[in-house]
């Protein structure tokens, strides 16, 4: 069964402006909790007193996950990681030969060393304490270099090996496969008689974090890292909602009702309001337009079932299919939302109303659920005023529903709600 490790605030603080309070990072911490990940990497103590207090705070906040804390290869790291209450320690050090000898001037023997030696402190120190071992930059750096670097640590009492793709050098079906990367190494340390857990870390550098990520797990890795909105350096890393839901939709047998998905657009909404990123409309899974529909001939299939155009289910996440009212939208758009309106319109109405939508469509926006009342009653007063032997009644409901949700200004110029 594949562990999920989430670094939000470790790694999503490592995203060019954004930055956590506090009280913040205690609620993401709560909802990430609910949802049922594995892991919380909370921070890196030596960084900050602040950093320190909320990795103590959180170990002895959260029964349900185990509170994570980022070290460097240094012993003072790990005593600040352990004396915070932190259940799994993240030691990283790099042992590419350019990094050895182009920034440390060490030799890979010295390096070797250091990392047993503070790994052996540390399970010293805290015997039951989760340690994880990252050769940074793990896929670029030579192999032999990796290989000896994590067996020592693992001798030396590392529970993790962690596959760093740092830079999203990666690319699935070639000769830079995680897929491969993966069953050479577990392969390799298994020959010596060693089985660590094997975590995948991907950056998102070519767009490929979520492939390679996915193909890691194919591989056999125990371990995969993910963030909220994929936050992180540079391009990020794996986004933790696409993943999920990869698992949970494409792997059902081992990760089908481990988490509560249902959850996710309250965190989503939650990380983007305080890291001031905003949710692209066009992101999967969390996206406002993910579940939603468009153009004519989808919005009509969709109407009678949405799997026409739908390879996921939008209740998954506690999301509804959405039909889209704009230049591209049909009459069979029209009709299905203003029967969910409550407005019966004969045939004449319906077309009217659909012109009306495409031409405010056209200014560059969409047309929700109130506005649509507004056109409506228009072409409803019109028919009236023209006919006089029309009966002076409507053909909807006096009093119609206008839903609560409806746009503030700004999303009227810039797109329909979030979620609805």
Not at 41 to 48: D, I, L, M, T
Not at 144 to 150: D, P, Q, S, Y
Not at 342 to 361: E, L, P, Q, R
Request: aromatic residues 6%; charged residues 25%; hydrophobic residues 40%.
């Amino acid at each position: 069964m594949v562990r999920i490790l989430d670094t939000t605030l470790r790694e999503g603080e490592q995203t060019p402006g954004v930055y956590f309070d506090a009280h913040v990072k205690l609620a993401i911490a709560d909802y990430l909790e609910r949802l049922g990940i594995d892991y919380l990497e909370a921070g890196h103590p030596a960084v900050s007193e602040e950093i320190e207090e909320v990795v103590r705070h959180m170990s002895s906040r959260h029964a349900n996950l185990t509170v994570a804390a980022h070290s460097r290869n240094l012993r003072e790291d790990v005593d600040r990681a352990i004396d915070c209450g932190a259940g799994f320690i993240g030691i990283f050090y790099c042992v590419s030969n350019d990094r050895l000898n182009g920034v440390f001037g060490k030799s890979l023997d010295h390096a070797i060393e250091q990392i047993s030696g503070v790994i052996e402190y540390a399970k010293t120190r805290e015997p039951n304490v989760i340690i994880r071992y990252t050769p940074e930059d793990t896929v670029r750096s030579d192999f032999g270099n990796v290989l000896r670097a994590a067996v020592a640590a693992v001798r030396a009492g590392a529970d993790i090996i962690s596959i760093a793709d740092t830079t999203g050098h990666m690319v699935p079906g070639t000769d830079r496969s995680m897929f491969e990367f993966v069953r050479k190494i577990k392969g390799e340390l298994e020959s010596q008689g060693l089985g660590p857990m094997i975590a995948v870390h991907c950056h998102n550098d070519r767009g490929l974090a979520l492939a390679n990520a996915l193909d890691g797990y194919r591989a056999g890795a125990d371990i995969i890292d993910a963030s909220v909105l994929g936050l992180g350096e540079r391009a990020g890393i794996v986004d933790l909602a696409q993943l999920l839901v990869t698992l949970a939709a494409d792997f059902p047998e081992e990760n089908g009702n481990r988490w509560d998905l249902e959850l996710l657009p309250e965190i989503y909404e939650l990380v983007s309001r305080y890291s001031r990123i905003p949710i692209p409309s066009n992101f999967p899974i969390t996206g406002a337009n993910a579940f939603t529909h468009c153009a004519g001939m989808h919005t009509h299939a969709v109407t009678k079932d949405p799997r026409h155009y739908h390879s996921l289910d939008p209740s998954m996440v506690g999301r509804t299919t959405e039909i889209c009212l704009d230049h591209m939208s049909g009459s069979a758009s029209i009709k299905h939302a203003l029967g969910r309106l409550g407005i019966h319109a004969d045939n004449g109405i319906v077309d009217s109303v659909t012109a009306h939508v495409k031409d405010v469509g056209r200014k560059g926006r969409t047309v929700n659920e109130e506005e649509l009342v507004f056109i409506a009653d228009m072409y409803l007063d019109n028919r009236l005023l023209h006919n006089a032997n029309q009966p002076k009644t409507r053909e909807r409901p006096r009093t119609i529903r206008i839903p609560q949700n409806v746009m503030s200004e700004n999303e009227i110029s810039t797109g329909p709600p979030m979620y609805r």
